[in-house]
């Protein structure tokens, strides 16, 4: 399988599905950025329920590219998705050996979203001890009709509900969670729920 992927930050279950399972991989750092979308935003579970953390960036200009967004430190936004991890995951039983590496992804400042994005995802791979060849376009990528590339850039989104009924499926196929007794199981968080509670096993049952 060949897709295109847009800039996520640390990615979805769903996300990470089409990322092990394909050959090729293409992340469009040409797209026009979207806001409310995966590009700066990732759900984990708290305490108190979902939460979503979103990374604040710069005013923008209409149809800007997603290279050129600039994250905004205007506000203490890596204290704050920090304390909201440590809380959520503090239990889980992986936290206190991957703690200081998910740290320092919010001691470190980046200029660019899609730069940030790009480092966790090396380090997700890495954790999984998965090697994938990621393409990161210089241009605005399209398909012709001879490319057979699945195009996944809107299509994972908060607002798109997952309309293939095996991934479907799969995505609601159960694994330990913290807070499970609380909330049941809650399917498509952040990667960081999977890694946190099922460290370097945990992408397996997503690779058909």
């Not at 939460?51 to 704050?80: C, F, G, R």
């Not at 309309?163 to 807070?179: A, C, D, G, H, V």
């Amino acid at each position: 399988m060949k897709v295109v992927l847009g800039s996520a930050y640390w990615p979805n279950i769903h996300y990470l599905y089409y990322l092990l399972n394909s050959q090729e991989i293409y992340i469009d750092h040409y797209e026009h950025y979207q806001k409310q979308s995966y590009r700066n935003r990732t759900k984990i579970l708290s305490a108190n329920g979902e939460l979503d953390l979103s990374i604040p960036v710069k005013k923008w200009a209409n149809n800007a590219a997603i290279h050129t967004i600039e994250i905004s430190y205007a506000e203490d936004w890596q204290k704050q998705h920090w304390r909201a991890i440590q809380s959520a995951y503090k239990n889980s039983p992986y936290f206190d050996f991957l703690e200081d590496e998910i740290e320092a992804f919010y001691t470190q400042k980046f200029q660019y979203l899609h730069q940030f994005n790009a480092e966790q995802l090396k380090w997700v791979l890495k954790v999984f001890k998965q090697k994938k060849k990621i393409i990161y376009t210089e241009s605005y990528f399209e398909n012709t009709k001879t490319d057979s590339i699945v195009n996944l850039r809107n299509s994972i989104h908060p607002k798109e509900e997952v309309s293939n009924q095996s991934i479907r499926n799969l995505l609601e196929k159960p694994y330990y969670q913290t807070f499970a007794t609380k909330f049941g199981f809650v399917p498509n968080l952040s990667v960081l729920y999977l890694i946190f509670n099922q460290a370097t096993k945990s992408y397996r049952f997503l690779i058909l």
